[in-house]
């Protein structure tokens, strides 16, 4: 099982950057898909989801309307489009798999944004 996550970077606030995740070893159209995201001396929250079928997505508060969660089950590849990147959006993101009781994680992707 592998979740492998790109597409971080350094941008400057008002930029935008979009994450990749890469799924393999699992039936990934069976998951639930979840970004997270971790700043430093924080701890690790949930910014987007989005359901088996990617019709059903929910944000947290902080970042609706400026980052965008979608999936291709095709490709086994889940998205995050993040525009309007404000210097508090910087973390490390992680995607993460849920079905049921199992979960599975990235090892995440660092997202800084310069003021």
């Known amino acids: 099982v592998q979740l492998v996550e790109s597409g971080g970077g350094l941008v400057q606030s008002g930029g935008s950057l979009r994450l990749s995740c890469a799924a393999s070893?699992?039936?990934?159209?069976?998951?639930?898909m979840r970004w997270y995201r971790q700043a430093p001396g924080k701890e690790r929250e949930l910014v987007a989801a989005?359901?088996?079928?990617?019709?059903?997505?929910n944000y947290a508060d902080s970042v609706k309307g400026r980052l965008t969660i979608s999936r291709d089950n095709a490709k086994n590849m889940v998205y995050l489009q993040m525009n309007s990147l404000k210097p508090e959006d910087r973390a490390v993101y992680y995607c993460?798999?849920?079905?049921?009781?199992?979960?599975?994680w990235g090892q995440g992707t660092q997202v800084t944004v310069s003021s």
């Open positions: 989005i359901n088996r079928a990617g019709d059903s997505t």
């Open positions: 070893g699992f039936t990934f159209s069976s998951f639930d």
């Open positions: 993460k798999a849920d079905w049921r009781s199992v979960s599975f």
